[in-house]
């Protein structure tokens, strides 16, 4: 006898809960609940990263899709359009950086990075051009309360990249590839683009070094004399890209190939497109070289202190052998400053 009243009770809660699962699913169609009010706690311009329908990578490489400037624009994109049309220099192009909550403490890489624009010759003015892509909460919040007026939150969502990342840990890399596909749709969105570590310091304008013609410009690590010869070895801290469908089926292309190399960083992942020569003439990309003499580096510095524009301390690996470097570098360029004065 008690057992049968504990199978009719045991029935009676299994129909309930069927009956309330039934209920709880005929509400979420009727209300049109969707994957963004199921996660409403996404900041929105995540949620349109996150969320995005995956592209498919490019395969026809012959003919890349278009840009169609009159599809009416997602309303999760509207921050990052807004923060895009307010760095403009009038021409649709905007100066773009990342940068974590460890380089942007008081004293790290972040205040020698705005220290450089500031000491640098005629290099301050384009500071209102540059947008700063913060990777969590913390670093937009100090890059806010540094009082920049372009701070965009790349908020990556039950991540924490505010520490200093170790180089090719596996959020690392998500990270990395992130960046990458928010720079593809920013050149969807009709911005070209400078983009720069932030531990490169502008001591001249680097603009008027840029090549006229040449759809996507790279620095260099080792710079052998010849712009377009792939033979020169790249270096991804700074990079020219003109808004082109060209170029956004090569930022397709590259993302496209994260699952081929899985463990492997977007610049290595360059290398690799660089050295497949084909696939390379299919994209009809025109690839160029920046010269160390304006664009230097610590791996191969430029000699003639008249002419750089911009300094990359690369080379160097740790955060506190960085921040020697930049300090030293900024050092050397006020003794040199100083030094014109007085001749
Ligand atoms: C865009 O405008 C800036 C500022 O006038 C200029 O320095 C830069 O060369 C221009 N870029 C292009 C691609 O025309
Ligand atoms: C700084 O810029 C001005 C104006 O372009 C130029 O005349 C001057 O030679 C520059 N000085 C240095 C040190 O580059
Ligand atoms: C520079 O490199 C390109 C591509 O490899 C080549 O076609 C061109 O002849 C080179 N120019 C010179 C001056 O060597
Ligand atoms: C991309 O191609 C489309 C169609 O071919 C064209 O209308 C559009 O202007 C192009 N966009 C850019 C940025 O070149």
């Not at 209920?23 to 311009?45: D, I, K, R, Y």
């Not at 940068?99 to 008081?106: I, K, T």
């Not at 230097?296 to 002419?307: A, F, T, V, Y």
Request: glycine fraction near 4%.
């Amino acid at each position: 006898m008690a057992a049968m009243q504990l199978l009719s009770r045991r029935r009676a809660l299994i129909s309930t809960i069927l009956l309330a699962f039934v209920f709880v699913s005929f509400a979420l169609v009727l209300f049109g609940f969707t994957s963004n009010t199921l996660l409403p706690s996404l900041p929105s311009q995540l949620r349109s990263v996150l969320l995005r329908p995956a592209d498919p990578p490019t395969i026809d490489l012959a003919s890349p899709p278009a840009i169609s400037p009159l599809a009416a624009p997602a309303p999760e994109h509207e921050e990052l359009e807004r923060v895009l049309a307010a760095a403009d220099m009038g021409n649709r192009t905007v100066i773009l950086t990342t940068l974590n909550a460890a380089w942007a403490e008081p004293g790290s890489v972040l205040d020698l990075f705005f220290e450089g624009f500031r000491v640098g010759n005629g290099t301050s003015e384009l500071l209102k051009h540059l947008v700063i892509i913060t990777t969590d909460r913390k670093a937009f919040e100090r890059c806010a309360s540094a009082a920049h007026s372009h701070c965009f939150n790349l908020d990556i969502a039950e991540k924490d990249f505010s520490a200093e990342q170790v180089f090719n840990t596996v959020d690392y890399l998500d990270m990395m590839w992130r960046r990458l596909d928010l720079l593809r749709l920013i050149l969807e969105k009709g911005y070209s683009f400078v983009f720069t570590d932030t531990d490169i310091l502008w001591l001249r304008n680097p603009l008027p070094h840029l090549y006229a013609d040449g759809d996507f410009q790279i620095s260099c690590d080792r710079f052998f004399g010849n712009a377009t010869s792939l033979e020169n070895l790249p270096s991804n801290g700074f990079i020219y890209v003109k808004s082109a469908n060209r170029t956004v089926a090569f930022y397709k292309y590259w993302y496209s190939l994260r699952d081929k190399y899985p463990g492997k960083n977007e610049q290595d992942v360059f290398s690799y497109i660089i050295d497949d020569r084909r696939s390379l003439r299919k994209l009809g990309l025109r690839i160029m070289f920046l010269d160390t003499k304006y664009f230097s580096g610590l791996c191969e510095r430029s000699r003639d202190m008249n002419l750089i524009c911009t300094m990359h301390v690369n080379c160097r690996v740790g955060l506190k052998s960085k921040l020697k470097e930049l300090r030293a570098v900024l050092d050397a360029w006020r003794k040199y400053i100083s030094g014109l004065h007085y001749n």
